[in-house]
């Protein structure tokens, strides 16, 4: 008969062993499901393979728990994790898409007590501004096409004792946009830059026109975790009767201009 210790010792290592295994090969699923409780359902990961630490699966944005609408994004994502260390225990990740990422996208995760830092190294991706559609309201409504270039030196999004803070520059960048509730194609080429303050609790965000027959300007803060932004939109001379319904929608009108607000 086995001496006892010897058969908790074994007991151990079995547990230990197959707690190890369970780490190392837990299936991607657990991933999408981690991400869809996340965000509400909003950002989903689906038809995943692979395992946590290295996998890939179909990116699905939606209007969330009980929406019907959903977008995908062609040819899916790919990511690796890894633990390291970055001023405390981190876990790094690296994001692909065949589609917009001509390089990965670095992330780090550092999780702390009643700290958490998610920071994104220098990159530039092109996304698909179709993706947005299965957000639900307003955009799909607009319906609209064109390309988002998102761009940023490095940008951190932080939550310090469950206020949210931001840090550093992110530049988007709306290239040819276009919508089925106008008949001018395209609408136009749009930059926003948002970018923080040192201390972290405060942003600016401008918007600016870089070319096209709808013209939108304004500018935000970003306070306490809360965005305010207050602009305008009309049309360029000549384009007044193409842009007359899209105005309408996109805020209240005030003479030839459509006010927009937020927060």
């Known amino acids: 008969m086995a001496h006892p210790h010897t058969v908790r010792w074994a007991w151990l290592g079995a547990s230990l062993g197959l707690l190890i295994a369970l780490l190392l090969f837990a299936p991607a ?4 499901s981690a991400l869809h409780n996340a965000t509400g359902g909003r950002v989903q990961l689906v038809n995943t393979r692979g395992t946590v630490w290295n996998g890939r699966g179909d990116l699905l944005l939606s209007g969330g728990e ?33 589609c917009c990422t001509e390089r990965p996208i670095g992330i780090s995760l550092r999780p702390g007590l009643s700290n958490t830092d998610v920071v994104f190294s220098a990159f530039s991706s092109r996304w698909p501004a179709a993706l947005l559609v299965g957000l639900g309201t307003p955009w799909n409504t607009l319906r609209l096409d064109g390309q988002l270039v998102f761009q940023s030196p490095g ?13 550093g520059l992110l530049v988007i960048e709306a290239r040819d946009l276009a919508t089925r509730v106008s ?3 395209p609408l136009g080429s749009y930059r926003v830059e948002l970018r923080a303050k040192p201390e972290g609790d405060q942003a600016t965000l401008a918007l600016t026109t870089l070319s096209g027959g709808l013209q939108l300007q304004g500018n935000g803060q970003w306070v306490g975790g809360r965005l305010r932004f207050r602009g305008d939109a009309q049309a360029a001379p000549g ?4 842009l007359a319904n ?7 009108r005030e003479g030839v201009r459509s006010l927009l607000t937020f927060g």
């Open 239 to 242: 384009n007044e009767t193409a």
């Open 246 to 252: 899209l105005l309408s929608i996109i805020g209240r």
């Open 66 to 98: 009980g929406s019907r609408g959903q977008t995908a994004l062609p040819q899916g994502v790919r990511w690796t994790l890894a633990p390291g260390w970055q001023q405390g225990p981190a876990v790094k990740a690296q994001l692909t898409s065949p």
């Open 155 to 167: 940008f951190t999004v932080a939550w310090h004792s469950g206020r949210p803070q931001l840090k």
């Open 183 to 185: 008949t001018l194609r």
């Open 29 to 32: 699923r657990w991933l999408g």
